[in-house]
């Protein structure tokens, strides 16, 4: 079956799609977007996560007959999508590769991730990535528990937890220093 | 595979008329599972997403009409005050991810004895409201579990919502795990006080083929406080009496042997979740009685 949808701002289509198939496959496979990571395929590490319709969720849960007509968010689209909700006016989609994101100034996510060094091997960290921004959005000055608890769905192998906390404390001073 | 993606109710009834082995789809955090894993190879997909009646919840009466596909994450955050067992229920689901898809209906569908909805519905009272193109019909909730992951629905039929009787007193849930998210239940107990009636009801997951209440359990501590005069008193209820409550929950459990937990753990943890979750309530009914007197 064909699915058209809308992932980070752009209208997509995917065709040959098999019915049982997931979200994730369709973004990975089929759309040249492999930001969003597949690892166990049930929900429960959180590799895959991405915004559907602005809600977080599992892309690996999501079969793909549901993300028609949607709006889909990657950690590919993170920085823009960041980029907006600060105000940005102008898109900045414009210089911008839709495949790599490369070419746009990163999220505060982001960035506070690179400076608190709280990537490792970095399998885990796009799911981690969109999970933290989305708590931003929703939350822009959480207690340690907010953070806890809207990370737990989100697996490190490396067990960097401590690390990651750092650095989702320091995008959310950022984020209020700058508003 | 087809994927059947009808636009409302109506056509998601017949869908399910003319193709009765068609896997209803809403949250997709069973079913998708299954998929991926190769479990299941269904003919048809019916996807339940774009039925905007199955988000929706009505408070009027003296029960909550959630429907089937009402997210956790939005009982936890709507319907605190009118279901408090099944919103700390619902908060112990899986990840923030989880809580956005899943919801009650697909738990009853799947009606898995560690299903985590099962043991608040059954304390605080439901029925589930299942639909074809022949009809409404109202499944008590004790009535709708019928076996591992096995329920009362006909082939036909589909969940539309749970109706759920609003608290009239405190409610507790809790469940037992290895982490805090992302946690299948070893086991799992609801309880729910309802002084309108004086009665006390509970529920049992994951330690028997389906979640089940301790039937027993509640006609003893039902029979204790009435002839203590707990209700009028507002006293502490006795801890022989507490024990025993215990005990007789413990009693109601069958459970099994398996990766999660051993059959006597499970018992011996419903004893003590149905212990502390009576103590509990039982504090936050005395604690109402005393601030309305």
Request: proline letters at 5%.
């Amino acid at each position: 079956m064909r699915v058209n949808l809308t992932v980070n701002g752009r209208p997509q289509q995917a065709d040959d799609v098999w019915e049982g198939e997931s979200l994730l496959y369709v973004l990975r496979e089929r759309l040249g977007l492999p930001g969003s990571k597949n690892a166990c395929e049930q929900g429960e590490c959180g590799s895959c996560t991405v915004r559907l319709d602005g809600v977080l969720v599992c892309s690996c849960l999501v079969a793909a007959g549901q993300a028609e007509g949607r709006e889909v968010v990657t950690v590919e689209g993170l920085a823009d999508h960041a980029g907006q909700r600060a105000g940005g006016t102008e898109s900045r989609t414009g210089g911008t590769d839709p495949r790599t994101g490369e070419g746009t100034e990163l999220s505060p996510i982001q960035q506070a991730f690179i400076d608190a060094g709280a990537v490792q091997c970095g399998f885990c960290t796009p799911g981690l990535l969109v999970a933290a921004d989305e708590m931003l959005e929703r939350n822009p000055d959480p207690t340690d528990e907010d953070i806890r608890e809207a990370l737990s769905g989100n697996l490190c192998r490396c067990t960097g937890y401590e690390k990651i906390m750092d650095a989702v404390r320091l995008a959310a001073a950022r984020q209020s220093e700058g508003s | 595979m087809d994927f059947l993606r009808p636009a409302g109710w109506e056509e998601a009834l017949a869908a399910k008329a003319e193709h009765p082995t068609a896997v209803p789809i809403a949250g997709g955090t069973d079913v998708m599972v299954e998929i991926n894993f190769d479990h299941r190879r269904p003919a048809y997909l019916l996807d339940l997403n774009r039925i905007p009646e199955l988000h929706e919840w009505e408070t009027g009466g003296d029960h909550v009409r959630l429907g089937a596909s009402v997210p956790y994450t939005k009982i936890m955050e709507n319907l605190r005050a009118e279901l408090p067992g099944l919103a700390l229920a619902s908060h112990t689901v899986a990840s923030p991810q989880i809580r956005n898809r899943g919801g009650v209906g697909g738990n009853l569908g799947t009606a898995s004895p560690a299903g985590d909805a099962h043991p608040a519905l059954l304390a605080a009272g439901a029925e589930v409201e299942a639909e074809s193109v022949r009809g409404t019909r109202l499944i008590p909730i004790d009535e709708f579990y019928t076996g591992v992951k096995r329920n009362a629905l006909q082939p036909d039929e589909l969940i539309r919502a749970v109706r759920i009787r609003k608290a009239d007193g405190p409610q507790q849930f809790s469940k037992v795990g290895t982490r805090n998210a992302m946690v299948i239940a070893v086991c799992a107990f609801g309880l729910a006080l309802h002084p309108g009636t004086r009665t006390v009801r509970t529920g049992i997951g994951s330690a028997a083929p389906t979640p089940v209440r301790a039937g027993a359990a509640e006609e003893f501590l039902n029979a204790a406080l009435e002839e203590g005069g707990f209700w009028d008193s507002g006293r502490g209820i006795t801890p022989s009496v507490v024990r025993r409550f215990a005990e007789l929950c413990a009693a109601a459990c069958d459970p099994i042997d398996d990766v999660r937990g051993t059959a006597g753990y499970r018992r011996h943890a419903v004893g003590v979740m149905a212990r502390r979750t009576l103590t509990w309530t039982w504090e936050s009914y005395r604690d109402a009685s005393k601030g309305g007197a």
